[in-house]
């Protein structure tokens, strides 16, 4: 099965950080990444861990969430689709079944928002995908733990189909859309004061394509080309 990486953005409660860590024991993952300031983990999150002191012991620190996923091969923002235009790419049991078709080699990058206000638009648009637990629409957010728990939960069920693609990782799909975007920008086809606008409908569009890493690199050639040949 391909790993399992749960990345934490700026967690608020050291409680929280510590039942994330329990349950994800709880279904065979390990690998615990927390993004920005956090609280102080000791002794409150030893406590919630119960058992998984290992797997905050193991815990990476990371400054952004650019360094946390570069190198995993798909991050999917978890999010509520609340006052979203576009609706989300999975839910747990779909996100399972996608997870099943990697490799062994790759690693899915899990990214779970802060308590109080979740992951903004620019930390969304940093992972090629979304998901979000269906709840109930008169009371929708989760505890994070909580929330970890049921990903990681359906994420252990699935039986391993993997695909024989090389999958890009984030540093490389987040590259071409820094090509892409300052082509689109230069060519006029962007506007300035506001590219996002039209932007994020465009990483919808290559996400749902579900690059591997030789496709991206041809589309990667195909932009230096292009800006080669209009400097020209």
């Known amino acids: 099965m391909a790993h399992l990486r749960i990345v934490l953005v700026e967690p608020q409660s050291a409680g929280n950080v510590g039942a994330a860590a329990r349950v994800m024991k709880n279904f065979g993952f390990h690998e615990l990444w927390i993004v920005g300031e956090h609280p102080s983990l000791e002794p409150q999150a030893g406590w919630w861990a119960s058992g998984a002191d290992d797997v905050l012991a193991r815990a990476h620190f990371a400054s952004?969430?650019?360094?946390?996923?570069?190198?995993?091969?798909?991050?999917?923002?978890?999010?509520?689709?609340?006052?979203?235009?576009?609706?989300?790419?999975?839910?747990?049991?779909?996100?399972?079944?996608a997870f099943g078709k990697l490799s062994e080699e790759d690693v899915l990058a899990l990214v779970f928002g802060r308590e109080d206000s979740g992951l903004t638009r620019?930390?969304?648009?940093?992972?090629q995908r979304t998901a979000g637990i269906p709840t109930n629409?008169?009371?929708?957010?989760?505890n994070l733990a909580q929330a970890v728990g049921i990903f990681c939960y359906q994420l252990s069920r699935i039986v391993p189909v993997p695909s024989q693609r090389e999958r890009p990782t984030a540093a490389l799909m987040e590259r071409l859309h820094e090509r892409v975007e300052s082509l689109l920008l230069e060519a006029g086809f962007l506007h300035q004061n506001n590219p996002d606008r039209i932007y994020d409908d465009i990483r919808s569009i290559v996400a749902r394509a579900d690059l591997d890493a030789r496709e991206a690199t041809i589309l990667l050639g195909m932009i230096h080309q292009m800006e080669w040949k209009i400097r020209q």
């Not at 620019?122 to 992972?127: F, K």
């Open 122 to 127: 620019e930390e969304i648009t940093l992972c």
């Open 64 to 97: 952004t969430l650019h360094a946390a996923i570069a190198e995993a091969q798909t991050a999917v923002a978890t999010t509520s689709a609340r006052g979203r235009t576009t609706p989300l790419d999975f839910d747990p049991q779909q996100l399972a079944h």
């Open 137 to 142: 629409d008169a009371f929708p957010t989760m």
